[in-house]
T-cell receptor, first 115, second 109 residues
Framework: GAVVSQHPSWVICKSGTSVKIECRSLDFQATTMFWYRQFPKQSLMLMAT?????????EQGVEKDKFLINHASLTLSTLTVTSAHPEDSSFYIC???????????FGPGTRLTVL | GQNIDQPTEMTATEGAIVQINCTYQTSGFNGLFWYQQHAGEAPTFLSY??LDGLEEKGRFSSFLSRSKGYSYLLLKELQMKDSASYLCAVMDSNYQLIWGAGTKLIIKP
């Protein structure tokens, strides 16, 4: 199956700093990638759809100025959490569609802890 | 609105069979997916159904009835490693994935 990587796997930062998370499709090209957030014991929440070469589409309630998304190439999307606060601590997961049924292949996730 | 319902939690015994149900109401339908998510990890793809009927893949099978807006994931010969959350997701007419909240499956020896 298709492989999606994420970096870093985990990050701890101070409140007020910015954190960049990278999502890469390793063996396929992805014009679209998705960013999710998952709080402990809760379901996946779609944050935004990242589109190569154009602006991301954000879900209702997600601040686009706080969660900056850049999809600069067909294999890389980045999510920057700006001025992070403790309430932003969560598990951030990206995915990209591939395969016969356009099923989503997920990256391993990035666990963000903001102190 | 769009809605996907699945039980919050289920418990089963090692070696047994368990069926996890999913009902959906979406604007259009372009397929239903099942994913497995172990605690602290990202989801992994299990199955896809777009036509009515049963799709079998080893110990796991998935069933779909479009007229009833209903699917189930059937897990046979349960193993302890099957303890995980199982997520049902439907692709709507805009090819957007609508996710269920997931069913946490607990396997007891």
């Amino acid at each position: 199956g298709a492989v999606v990587s994420q970096h870093p796997s985990w990050v701890i930062c101070k409140s007020g700093t910015s954190v960049k998370i990278e999502c890469r499709s390793l063996d396929f090209q992805a014009t679209t990638m998705f960013w999710y957030r998952q709080f402990p014991k809760q379901s996946l929440m779609l944050m935004a759809t990242s589109n190569e070469g154009s602006k991301a589409t954000y879900e209702q309630g997600v601040e686009k100025d706080k969660f900056l998304i850049n999809h600069a190439s067909l294999t890389l999307s980045t999510l920057t959490v700006t001025s992070a606060h403790p309430e932003d601590s969560s598990f951030y997961i990206c995915s990209a569609p591939s395969g016969v049924h356009n099923e989503q292949f997920f990256g391993p996730g990035t666990r963000l802890t903001v102190l | 609105g769009q809605n996907i319902d699945q039980p919050t939690e289920m418990t089963a015994t090692e070696g047994a069979i368990v069926q996890i149900n999913c009902t959906y109401q979406t604007s259009g339908f372009n397929g239903l997916f099942w994913y497995q998510q172990h605690a602290g990890e990202a989801p992994t793809f299990l199955s896809y159904n777009v036509l009515d009927g049963l799709e079998e893949k080893g110990r796991f099978s998935s069933f779909l009835s479009r007229s009833k807006g209903y699917s189930y994931l059937l897990l046979k010969e349960l193993q302890m490693k099957d303890s995980a959350s199982y997520l049902c997701a439907v692709m709507d007419s805009n090819y957007q994935l609508i996710w269920g909240a997931g069913t946490k499956l607990i396997i007891k020896p």
